[in-house]
């Protein structure tokens, strides 16, 4: 998947379940994060740093695991 910053995505739950991301979390990640629509604002290696439209910090997520919408 080619991303780049400004580009909306969502976070695909069967991706992130049981990954090294997941396990290092609260496991009770709220709804918006999988329903919702999150921008990414920076790209490093295999990571991406995501802002969703709430008052939340930003959070780094694998590429692997965004869909964009």
């Known amino acids: 998947m080619a991303v780049k910053k400004g580009d909306f995505v969502r976070l695909v ?3 992130f379940t049981d990954s090294v991301e997941a ?4 496991p009770r990640l709220p ?3 999988f329903e919702g629509k999150g921008v990414i604002v920076d790209l490093r290696g295999d990571y991406a740093q995501v802002k969703f439209p709430v008052p939340t910090p930003n959070i780094w997520l694998r590429l692997d695991q965004l869909a964009v919408v």
Not at 23 to 26: F, P, Y
């Open 31 to 33: 709804p918006y994060v």
């Open 13 to 15: 739950q069967e991706s």
């Open 23 to 26: 396990l290092a979390s609260d």
